[in-house]
Every structure is written in C-alpha cells, then in structure tokens.
C-alpha cells in the first residue's frame, strides 16, 4: 500500500487512502450552523524532516463540518506538560509528546492520554491490518470487526458515551505518521483543534489516533463538536508555525485529498491562523495575511478562508469549504527558500481586530 493520510467521514472514500483524519458526524444538531478539520508538526518537538523520503499521500474525504452552538462548556487551553502510560520504546511515546509539545507551543492546549481510546485504536488498527484497508468505518462480518464507526469502537470497549470522537489513521513509515499531517492544509487545522484527550495505536505500519472532547454538551457522538473542549480566549489567536520553529520549505498539494491548490505542482509550507469561533454568529475575516522573506522580500501566496469568512475578508481571499470557520490559511504559491521569514496576520473576529505576527525559519 503507497503512505498517506485521508479525512474521512462514514461516506465512502473517493479514493484508497493512506492516512484518515477526522470522521465528523452526521448526526450533530441540525439547528446549529457548521464548522471543519485537520493537521501539524513543530520546532519546539524535535524537526520531524520529510525530506529524501518517499511522500506520503494525505487524503481527506471530507464529510459534513462540524457544528458550532450557543450552549458549550468551554474550557481554557491546558499549559503544563502531560503523561501517558506508554513505554519509552513505544513509537506511541514519541507522537503523544511531539502532537503535546506542537500544541503547547501554538497554545492550543495539551492532551490527556485516555485508556479506552488506545484501546479502540487498537482494535481498529487490527481491523485495517486483517482487511488490507484504510478506513474509519468498519463492516460487520469482516474479520477483525468491532464496531461501525470510531465513537461506537471507543463504547465497545467500555468508553464514555458522553464524548465526541474523532480520528486519524495512517499507513506508512510510523516515524513519519504526525509529519505526514504537519505539512498540509487541511490536517494542520484538525489535529490543532479544541480536542482534549488521545488514544493511539501504532504498529506494523499503521498508525491510529482516537480524540475525543469530553466538555462539550449534548449526548455526544462520531466527530469532533467545535464547541465546548479547550478553547482560546475570545481576544486571541493560534498560529502554526509557532514562533521560531523550523518547517520544511516544501509542500505538495497534491498529496493532500481533496487537493487544496489543484493548480500548483509545489507550493510552501501552509501557514494557519485560527482563533475561537464556537457560537453561530462567531466568524473570523481576514483584512490582509502576508509572508516576507530574507531581505524584506514578498513572498507570493494566496488567502484561504472559509465560506462564512469571504464576505469580510480581503477580496483576494479565496472561499474554501473545507476549512473550519475559525481557520485561515496562506499558502505559498511556490516552495520557499531555506532561510528566516515574517508572517503577518491582521483581521476581525466578529468585528474586534487581530494582528500579529511571528518568525519561523525554512530548511
């Protein structure tokens, strides 16, 4: 089987995937508006370099987005550092700590490892493996079965029922599994999520993440709800990358399913923004998203917002409906030479300004 990664929803996939990433359900409230998914990697977490390897493919079959709601049990991104239970030769150690150390270091929040949802993992992986699949659901009668989709596999092994979950799956190099999500668009923005806990199954080429957010209301289910889980403050922004990290100069788009730049062979690396948006009338629009590189230089790239954010947003900005309706990104039309560079962020969140900006470096 080729390496890659795929979102996927319990609709069938457009094509064979190679890495899964947020199931989101169709079962969410039908009264409240909707919102996306998907992925990333850090310098603070020791480069993870995809350079001189086979590419991956990450594939997304996106499915419904998930909603947003006026009711939420928000809570504020976690600070401190986490444990987890894994072995210090497990693969699985090393991805919990470079996902925690990515998103302690955009300040999204760390993740509580949670028994049930390795579990789950693990029997879904078996279940990939025996099949020769890649895939979020699974079909009765098929050998390794457990359950239809990744909520009801984290109920079969005894998981709480009031939890939304989540998952990615991957097949490939297990040392490049979170590198495969790290250097995208629409993978960069899942595993950046509001998200709380984390179940893995790494072996035999198969990787599986499980998340889950517990805080959100309602009965919960297949999918990641945008409200409730960790939060960031209404007055405040996450970017990736984080502020002097060190990412790969080089991204192609075409590894990514659904394609972000259908038009570009190469491109650079994504660079995202994204900021709270988990009621209905929370959107976030884009005045100006720039990148400049050693000397000043303008880098060329383009704006992507999604649907809800264009009609605020600057009017270069391009409308993309797999994005989740607090995410932006800038995309580098062509691969970015190695060196230091400025990303400038300046928009609104429901009219209140945001500007920032930050370095990272290109090797």
Not at 63 to 91: I, L, Q
Not at 101 to 125: C, K, S, T, Y
Not at 186 to 195: E, P, R, V, W
């Amino acid at each position: 089987m080729a390496r890659g990664a795929v979102f996927q929803d319990p609709a069938p996939p457009p094509r064979t995937p190679r890495v899964q990433t947020y199931n989101n359900p169709k079962n969410v409230r039908k009264s409240h508006f909707a919102v996306a998914a998907t992925s990333v990697l850090v310098a603070v977490c020791a480069r993870i370099d995809s350079a001189g390897a086979t590419p991956p493919t990450i594939a997304a079959n996106l499915p419904h987005r998930p909603t947003v709601s006026n009711e939420f049990s928000p809570s504020a991104p976690a600070t401190g550092t986490r444990r987890s239970t894994y072995f210090r030769t497990d693969p699985r150690l090393e991805f919990f700590n470079a996902l925690n150390a990515l998103r302690l270091a955009i300040g999204v929040g760390a993740l509580r490892q949670d028994p049930a949802l390795d579990a789950a993992a693990e029997n879904h992986l078996e279940y990939m493996k025996l099949n020769a699949v890649m895939s979020h659901t699974e079909i009765p009668g098929n050998p390794g079965f457990t359950s239809p989709d990744p909520y009801r596999q984290v109920l079969a092994v005894g998981g709480s029922h009031k939890q939304w979950v989540g998952q990615n799956a991957y097949n490939g190099d297990l040392g490049r599994c979170l590198a495969s999500m790290a250097n995208s668009v629409y993978h960069l923005q899942g595993i950046t999520s509001n998200q709380e806990t984390i179940g893995l199954a790494m072996r035999d080429n198969y990787c599986v993440a499980n998340f889950g957010i517990v805080t959100a209301d309602g009965t919960g289910g297949y999918g990641l709800a945008q409200w409730g889980g960790q939060q960031l403050p209404p007055g405040s922004g996450a970017h990736y990358p984080a502020n002097n990290a060190s990412v790969h100069g080089v991204f192609v788009p075409a590894e990514e399913i659904p394609n972000p730049a259908p038009d570009l062979a190469t491109a650079g690396p994504p660079i995202m923004f994204r900021v709270n948006v988990e009621k209905p009338s929370d959107v976030l629009t884009v005045s100006d998203f720039t990148l400049t590189g050693p000397g000043g230089h303008a880098v060329p790239a383009r704006i992507l917002v999604p649907a809800e954010s264009k009609a605020g947003s600057v009017a270069s900005a391009i409308a993309d409906a797999s994005l989740y309706r607090g995410v932006v990104f800038l995309l580098p039309t062509q691969p970015i030479a190695a060196g230091t560079y400025k990303a400038t962020f300046a928009g609104a969140r429901n009219g209140v300004a945001i500007h920032q900006s930050w370095r990272f470096t290109a090797y």
